[in-house]
């Protein structure tokens, strides 16, 4: 008796499909999934994942300005009404040339290009972008900036490429999205901010003195400068009413044109790379301007 009843029931479930619109099955699935847009992949590769990958993937598109074409993400910047002194950095000579590799313009360095430099003819140990990187990061992660304290950072290349980097730059933290933002920056000849128009990266026209402000006080830093100087010292002497203009190598080996500087000083009895001599001035206006 069973039996009968069940083949009842599925005639009757047949003629309700057969009558009724079809249910979502896997052909209207199919048309569903081709409408969506395909999903976009990660910065660095690989396939999608849960929320956890997709917050990942954002905060890696917001170091990857190279990667991603919608800008460079800034830091906030701290409200003061108060008129207070600031620093400005100028970084000669730093070695940040663009060439093409196989297909794709890549800033040159001495790891992954060596092959590629000496079919040119060139000496891969004078191309190290790593030096401006880590000068950059010595400037930008330091109290001073993070104070709102950094007036400006020009940067001039060893073609002399200038351009100028505002102070509320978040910089890239990794070696390669640095070189693919500096690449981008060298053929685009700006970068703007995430979402807006704001330039924070600029290319900028010869010579820097043009945009330095009027009295400003500029001082060069060599190894090989016959002025010796404590440089704490020498900070705390200095007035705030003439706005301080820095300027230091960015390169491997060799030393900065004196032309423009006022003062050519010395701050230690060895060798200092650019990162560690940049740490040392932004300590030193710290303890002048009681940056905590």
Known sequence: ???????KGRKKKRKLDDGGAPPPGPRVAAKEAEELPPPQPEPGGGGGGGEGDEEKGKEEEDEA????ADGLPVVPRPVD??????AIFVLERACLEVGKVGKTMQILNS??????????NRNPADYRPDIIHQALLAIFDSPLTKAGRLQAVYVRTEKGVLFEIKPHVRMPRTFKRFCGLMSQLLQKLSITAVGKREKLLNVIKNPVTRYLPV?????GLSYSAEKSVNLFDYVAKSSDDEPLVFVV????????????????????NYPLSAACCLNRICSALEQKWKIQ
Do not use: F, W
Not at 65 to 68: K, L
């Open 65 to 68: 300005a190279a990667e991603v």
């Open 1 to 7: 008796m069973g039996r009968p009843y069940a083949v």
């Open 81 to 86: 009404g108060k008129r207070r002194p600031g």
């Open 215 to 219: 009295g400003a006080r500029k001082i």
């Open 249 to 268: 190598g960015a390169m491997a080996h060799g030393k900065i044109d004196k032309e423009y500087s006022d003062d050519y000083i010395q701050i230690c």
């Open 111 to 120: 790891d992954d290009h060596a092959n590629y430099l000496r079919k040119q």
